[in-house]
């Protein structure tokens, strides 16, 4: 069995200007949001044995912020072609996970990542967090994916299945989106 994770940056600034979209920070809130979801992580006694993120300014922030409430230690892998690309390329990248890695944590962006969690369970499924991710992919949203697979490259499109879609405003409405 594998078990995907993924978690999309906490909000982030825009206000600088000429300042390059992959330098923009994590405004205060999404600091927070970053801190409270790691928490959160921790407490369902979720764990990792890979991280990948994207080298954007506000993923880095995040999975900085994140990791140390949820209690991971390991250094992520920073990947450029987790930045600014689609749920195909994504899919790709999680193929390439090597073995024996079963849990996996890919800190990104949208469209891409709301794209992914969104194809990777199987159709049909219309439980409400189901429709809430199809709703609304905020920042700081956290989905975990299963799959009945041995292997990375064995993950495709409805392979999997949605175990939880959980938002930092279901954990407390400060964070709302």
């Not at 809130?29 to 300014?57: N, T, W």
């Amino acid at each position: 069995m594998k078990r995907l994770f993924l978690l999309r940056h906490g909000k982030s600034a825009w206000g600088s200007i000429g300042l390059p979209d992959i330098e923009r920070p994590l405004k205060k809130r999404g600091m927070q949001a970053s801190i409270a979801m790691g928490h959160y992580f921790k407490a369902q006694g979720y764990s990792v044995d890979e991280v990948l993120c994207s080298p954007a300014r506000r993923t880095t922030e995040t999975f900085s912020l994140f990791s140390e409430p949820a209690g991971i230690t390991l250094t992520p892998r920073y990947d450029r072609r987790l930045y600014e690309t689609g749920a195909g390329q994504l899919l790709e990248r999680l193929q390439e996970v090597e073995e024996p890695k079963s849990a996996v944590l890919l800190v990104g962006h949208n469209p891409g990542m709301e794209d992914l969690a969104s194809r990777l369970p199987s159709p049909g499924t219309n439980d409400p967090a189901t429709r809430e991710m199809a709703f609304k992919y905020p920042t700081g949203a956290l989905t975990v994916i299963d799959f009945a697979c041995a292997t990375w490259p064995d993950v495709g499109w409805g392979s999997g299945t949605l175990v939880e879609f959980r938002t930092p405003r279901s954990l407390d409405e400060k964070y709302d989106d």
